[in-house]
């Protein structure tokens, strides 16, 4: 079994910072890839940040040059830096990871997610 352990979430005003961490645990063969996706009020999920296992990154385009991805191989553990942070950015923000567990075969994992939310 995999779990996805989310933390960093909660409540700041808008301009401030957050760091969200996500380690994963359980039977791990391989992590391929993870990523931060966010759903807000009335709003479709869609995909934050992601990095690859060998640190390729992909970002919204709403959060470049703002949000920076990061991961310690050694920790299974990612990370989302959020500079600068706006009212829009207030969401449920999960962490996936692409996993192979107990056989050689990738499936998606996901957190529990964590609320961020900024006040204006």
């Known amino acids: 079994q995999v779990q996805l352990v989310e933390s960093g979430g909660g409540l700041v005003q808008a301009g401030g910072s957050l760091r969200l961490s996500c380690a994963a645990s359980?039977?791990?063969?391989?992590?391929?890839?993870m990523g931060w996706y966010r759903q807000a009020p009335e709003k479709q999920r869609e995909l934050v940040a992601a990095?690859?296992?060998?640190?390729?990154?992909n970002y919204a385009d709403s959060v470049k040059g703002r949000f920076t991805i990061s991961r310690d191989n050694a920790k299974n553990t990612v990370y989302l830096q959020m500079n600068s942070l706006k009212p829009e950015d207030t969401a449920v923000y999960y962490c996936?990871?692409?996993?192979?567990?107990?056989?050689?075969?990738?499936?998606?994992?996901w957190g529990q997610g964590t609320q961020v939310t900024v006040s204006s």
């Open positions: 996936n990871a692409r996993i192979a567990s107990v056989s050689w075969y990738f499936n998606d994992y």
């Open positions: 359980g039977s791990i063969l391989s992590i391929n890839a």
């Open positions: 990095i690859t296992s060998g640190s390729n990154t």
